[in-house]
Nanobody
């Protein structure tokens, strides 16, 4: 199965930057889509950014212009570059992958806290 391991979370000040990484193992799988979800206390889990196997990306309105999703197909790694961070970005961020158009995989989550 595909294993997803996130890293890069932590505590940052408002206006700061952070880059999340998600290392995916199981390269023999055909991963069609990868994305970053987040869940803040009291909120539903939401899609922050996603990227298809063809490189097409999309973002939640709340992060457009501030976050950038990318992937390295050689390293099998997904990234989320976060800039101009706001307190409302505070959440647990989860890496997600869909393989063979049916199989779903989730990372363990990494905490991002934006606070002074």
């Amino acid at each position: 199965q595909v294993q997803l391991v996130e890293s890069g979370g932590g505590l940052v000040q408002p206006g700061g930057s952070l880059r999340l990484s998600c290392a995916a193992s199981g390269s023999r799988f055909n991963i069609n889509f990868m994305g970053w979800y987040r869940q803040a206390p009291g909120n539903q889990r939401e899609l922050v950014a996603g990227i298809t196997s063809g490189g097409s990306s999309n973002y939640a309105d709340s992060v457009k212009g501030r976050f950038t999703i990318s992937r390295d197909n050689v390293k099998n790694t997904l990234y989320l570059q976060m800039s101009s961070l706001k307190p409302e970005d505070t959440a647990v961020y989860y890496c997600y992958a869909r393989a063979n158009n049916t199989l779903r995989y989730w990372g363990q989550g990494t905490q991002v806290t934006v606070s002074s």
